[in-house]
């Protein structure tokens, strides 16, 4: 069963738009959730994260919010520029769980 | 900065012959991982390894298996490769207590004809 999913296989965006990334996870017991970025033929970077004892962590133009009532984050992209477009991972650690449990990702696309 | 390498970007290998893969890590990190990363699929945790010469399954282990003689280096065989081990193959490192933060390679584009 998947702990981590990201719904959204794809979103396009405009340039100079908003971009909102989702991610929901099931296990109550992650404590620690990253965002990766994943060009083509390129391995993931990481781009931020953020700790359960927080809700929201800003870097930049990058934002991520988590609920955790809702067991759910999401990564805002504000503005989004076309240089953004690739597919974005959720990650999420915790518990008895000693490595990161991946989403299957969300390919981003801001047209120009 | 961190950096991780791997032995090859693309590599075109046939059915049944034995591969490996290479990783090497410059930061002293004790945590290595492979996964693989399909369409669709996100990426899947092959193995990992806290230490030399440990090593532990992750997901989706069968058909593989990983050598880790030194800190730096370690190695994804395929010992007898098939067509469904096709796929972008990815290591990773991270230091003991930095197990969330992964540092990913550039990865290998896998081809077994």
């Known amino acids: 069963d998947q702990q981590v999913k990201q719904n959204s296989p794809s979103l396009s965006v405009q340039e100079g738009r908003i971009s909102i990334l989702n991610c929901d996870y099931t296990?109550?017991?992650?404590?620690?959730f990253l965002w990766y970025k994943k060009y083509p033929a390129e391995g993931p970077t990481f781009l931020i994260s953020?700790?359960?004892?927080?809700d929201k962590n800003e870097d930049g133009r990058f934002t991520v919010f988590l609920n955790k009532s809702a067991k759910h984050l999401s990564l805002h992209i504000v503005p989004s520029q076309p240089g953004d477009s690739a597919v974005y991972f959720c990650?999420?650690?915790?518990?008895?769980?000693?490595?990161?449990?991946f989403g299957k990702g969300t390919k981003l696309s801001v047209k120009p | 900065d961190v950096k991780v390498t791997q032995s090859s970007r693309y590599l075109v290998k046939r059915t049944g012959e034995k591969v490996f893969l290479e990783c090497v890590q410059d930061?002293?990190?004790?945590?290595m991982f492979w996964y693989r990363q399909d369409p669709g699929l996100g990426l899947r945790l092959i193995y990992f390894?806290?230490?030399?010469?440990?090593?532990e399954k992750g997901d989706i282990p069968e058909g593989y298996s990983v050598s880790r003689e030194k800190k730096e280096r370690f190695s994804l065989i395929l010992e007898s490769a098939s067509t469904n081990q096709t796929s972008m193959y990815l290591c990773?490192?991270?230091?003991?207590?930095?197990?969330?933060?992964?540092?990913f390679g550039p990865g290998t584009r896998l081809t077994v004809l």
């Open positions: 990773a490192s991270s230091t003991l207590t930095g197990l969330d933060t992964q540092y």
């Open positions: 296990n109550s017991m992650f404590d620690y």
């Open positions: 953020i700790s359960s004892i927080k």
């Open positions: 990650a999420a650690s915790g518990g008895s769980q000693g490595n990161l449990i």
């Open positions: 930061m002293d990190h004790e945590n």
């Open positions: 390894s806290y230490d030399v010469k440990m090593k």
